[in-house]
């Protein structure tokens, strides 16, 4: 099987940036709690299997790419203040946005290997790697009413 073509492999990495920005404080938050309880070795097997394929691949390309815009994406916060001694000021909701960014930074560089190297991951391995985003994006599936 050939491993998707950049245009669609940036199309996923667009849709990670997308949910990102619709996401709140709380769900920030929530994408670090959920990738801090995911399971470590699973996710550490599949880096290294994303690793190993990169240093062949051109897909890596897009995970620079990926990696590139979301440092953008963690320094972007918006209008800022920097007071004495270039320390981080509180916004309004109470919240440090750079801070709340860069706790989710792994989340999401997970998610970017799990949709560029989708292929070479296995089904356990893609679904930790995409598990943090996903409690936050998707909607919890429907309770049964006859229970």
């Given at each position: 099987?050939?491993?998707?073509?950049?245009?669609?492999?940036e199309g996923r990495i667009d849709s990670i940036f997308v949910a990102l920005?619709?996401?709140?404080?709380?769900?920030?938050?929530a994408v670090r709690g959920a990738w801090m309880g995911g399971d470590a070795d699973v996710r550490e097997g599949a880096w290294t299997k994303a690793r190993a394929v990169a240093r062949r691949?051109?897909?890596s390309r897009v995970l620079d790419q990926g990696r590139d815009r979301l440092a953008s994406w963690v320094n972007d916060v918006g209008i800022t203040w920097a007071g004495a001694y270039n320390r981080s000021v509180v916004v309004p909701a109470g919240m440090d946005q750079g801070?709340?960014?860069?706790n989710a930074v792994p989340a999401?560089?997970?998610?970017?290997?799990?949709v560029i190297f989708d292929d070479e991951?296995?089904?356990d391995e893609r679904d930790a790697l995409l598990e943090p985003l996903r409690r936050v994006?998707?909607?919890p599936p429907a309770e049964d009413e006859d229970e």
């Open positions: 099987m050939n491993p998707p073509e950049p245009d669609r492999l920005g619709r996401m709140s404080d709380a769900d920030l938050i691949d051109p897909r801070n709340l960014r860069m999401v560089l997970d998610a970017m290997v799990a991951l296995t089904d994006t998707e909607p």
